[in-house]
């Protein structure tokens, strides 16, 4: 058992490695197509765009700059591809070309960004409904609200400690909760597990849509200062 574990232990480290190494080479290698690119060497642009995308299919700039070209070349089909790829990763440039120059509806995904949902998710106050988000984010008084009942939590001051930020990664998921995910170092599982349970506890939702359909909303902060 102990040698299987030492195995483990090496393969997982090797596997860090080796992501890192792609990460570095992806970024190299999106310096030099970003260079082709102000040299108006597009072809040459494009293909080293696509070699950053064989290392990291994440990478939002890649995907984004690749869109744009392949619609300069008269790829639409392929430019709007890359370009929902591109939302799907929370990117709000690929949204409004998508929108606003190509004329084309943002596609369902599971989990989609707040800014670009048909419908957005409500919260429901003494079984009123209440709009969750507004311009810019999350709805003032449902956020301060929020904050008062998280630093009523106890466990919560004492994992995260009393004057230290609470960084939270907020999602309406589509059974009608509010989650979290806590984005700051001082995270533990014992804070985290208490996060959701004071959320839904005090937060019942509407969830929003897209397509018709209920989706996860996210792309929200909201920092606590405990």
């Known amino acids: ?13 090797t596997f860090t490695k080796l ?9 190299r290698i999106y310096s030099q197509a970003l260079e082709l690119y102000k040299q108006q060497q597009l072809t040459a642009a494009a293909a080293e765009f696509e070699k950053v995308l064989t290392l ?6 890649a995907l984004y700059n690749l869109a744009v070209l392949n619609y300069q070349f008269g790829s639409k089909d392929k430019a709007i591809e890359l370009l929902q790829a591109c939302v799907r990763l ?5 949204a409004q070309m998508l929108k606003e120059q190509l004329h084309q509806k943002i596609a369902y995904a599971d989990t989609m960004h707040y800014d670009v949902v048909d419908v957005a998710p409500k919260v429901l106050v003494n079984a009123v409904e209440e709009e969750a988000l507004v311009e810019g984010g999350l709805n003032k008084v449902i956020e301060k609200s929020l904050v008062a009942e998280l630093k009523k939590s106890k466990l919560l001051r004492k994992q995260v400690g009393q004057g230290r930020l609470l960084a939270l990664s907020l999602y309406f998921s589509k059974d009608g909760s509010l989650n979290a995910i806590i984005v700051t170092p001082n995270k533990t599982d014992a804070a985290q597990q208490e996060l959701t349970s004071v959320l839904q506890r005090v937060v019942r939702t509407i969830p929003g849509k897209h397509n018709g359909k209920e989706v996860v ?5 909201l920092p606590v200062m405990m």
């Open 1 to 13: 058992m102990k040698k299987l574990l030492l195995l483990l232990l090496a393969v997982l480290v």
């Open 19 to 27: 992501a890192a190494q792609d990460s570095e080479q992806a970024d």
């Open 56 to 61: 990291n299919p994440r990478h939002k700039d």
């Open 90 to 94: 929370g990117d709000k440039e690929a």
């Open 217 to 221: 909303v996210g792309g929200l902060t």
